[in-house]
């Protein structure tokens, strides 16, 4: 994904949640919430790990609702904010996972932790 795709998605996904998530609009949804009961339906229905899902669960402490992007400076700071105590090897194995089971998908450079949350875009989408 190249830096335009990028930029057309968050620009698409704050023009969504403006009309969605305005709590006068006829069409509101809570996003914190739906996403949460998504991840979980989404869990309970895939063979994604505990670990895993509790690293997706702390990546939430990183997640701009607005543009749908999950982004982390680090690891170090993942870990600092969260609390989580996995290796770098470890938590980069649960990333990749939960990209395979099709919660997030990475964009940007290989170096940076830029993610794009697919569940809450999804939620977005259906309910314009």
């Not at 704050?14 to 305005?22: G, H, I, T």
């Not at 979980?40 to 990546?59: A, E, G, H, W």
């Not at 999950?70 to 980069?92: A, M, P």
Request: proline residues 2%.
């Amino acid at each position: 994904m190249n830096n335009n795709e990028i930029e057309n998605i968050k620009i698409q996904s704050k023009n969504m949640y403006k009309e969605v998530c305005d709590p006068t609009s006829l069409i509101y949804i809570n996003l914190e919430e739906s996403t949460l009961k998504s991840v979980v339906n989404k869990f309970l229905d895939s063979k994604t790990s505990k670990t895993d899902l509790n690293v997706l669960i702390n990546l939430l402490e990183f997640w701009d609702k607005e543009t749908s992007f999950i982004y982390v400076e680090s690891f170090d700071l993942f870990r600092l904010k969260t609390g989580v105590i996995l290796t770098n090897g470890n938590l980069s194995r649960a990333i990749k996972s939960l990209e395979e089971k099709g919660y997030i998908m990475k964009v940007g450079t290989h170096n940076k932790l830029e993610y794009l949350f697919k569940i809450p875009l999804q939620l977005l989408k259906e309910n314009l």
